[in-house]
């Protein structure tokens, strides 16, 4: 069975400061991993994803991921929060054809 | 704008009526996915096509839900005798076949259900 989980229902960073999103997953074969970004009653957007190669993949408004197999870990992250990150963050498992999410992590940027 | 795009935006309905939403995905994209997204949880598999062929359907889901996508292009959601707790956000998302490079889903603005 595949799985997701987002530890952290929320997490508080100062603006300027690193934010990280943690998530780990569970799945069978080879991971497709991806980050959505949901601001309030928006749909989802795609930020990034990892499919092979390098761990750490880069992807929109200055986010990253970093892919970890042996911790089976895809934690986002970003050098230098704004406080325009906030909102609501979901990670995703592709498995045979289907995105599985995790409960997602509301991101708090303060001034 | 020439994202995936769902109609209604808000739906408030009285519980035992029929409703029906619409998704037009991102044109030429194959794959199209109906998720269900309820406050606090992230977004739920509901089915998806690939083109006219609906090729899997949640076990989860009751059979008062039913989705059609005549011609391969628009989808249509339907609940019958709807009910309180199919209150939720109804998402869209469209794909093109999955290559190496492209496997990513684009989502719509949702459908939000209200279940009076």
């Known amino acids: 069975a595949q799985s997701v989980a987002q530890p952290e229902d929320q997490v508080n960073v100062a603006e300027g400061n690193p934010l990280t999103v943690k998530c780990t997953y569970s799945?069978?074969?080879?991971?497709?991993l991806f980050w959505y970004v949901q601001y309030p009653n928006r749909g989802l957007q795609f930020l990034l994803k990892?499919?092979?190669?390098?761990?750490l993949v880069k992807g929109s408004y200055g986010f990253e991921a970093e892919f970890n197999k042996s911790q089976t870990s895809f934690h986002l992250k970003k050098p230098s929060a704004l406080v325009s990150d906030s909102a609501l963050y979901f990670c995703?498992?592709?498995?045979?054809?289907?995105?599985?999410f995790g409960s997602g992590t509301k991101l708090n940027v303060k001034p | 704008d020439t994202g995936v795009s769902q109609d209604p935006r808000h739906k408030i309905t009285k519980r035992g009526q029929n409703v029906t939403f619409r998704c037009d995905p991102i044109?030429?994209?194959?794959?199209l996915y109906w998720y269900r997204q309820t406050l606090g949880q992230g977004p739920e598999f509901l089915t998806y096509?690939?083109?006219?062929?609906?090729?899997?359907k949640s076990r989860l889901l009751s059979d008062r839900f039913s989705a059609e996508r005549p011609k391969g292009s628009f989808s249509t959601l339907e609940i019958q005798r709807t009910e309180q707790g199919d209150s939720a956000m109804y998402l869209c998302?469209?794909?093109?076949?999955?290559?190496?490079?492209?496997?990513?889903?684009?989502f719509g603005q949702g459908t939000r259900l209200t279940v009076v």
């Open positions: 998302a469209s794909s093109p076949l999955p290559t190496a490079a492209n496997t990513e889903a684009f």
């Open positions: 799945v069978s074969g080879n991971p497709y």
């Open positions: 990892y499919i092979t190669g390098d761990n």
């Open positions: 995703a498992v592709k498995n045979f054809n289907k995105f599985y």
């Open positions: 044109s030429e994209h194959n794959r």
């Open positions: 096509f690939q083109n006219e062929a609906q090729l899997e």
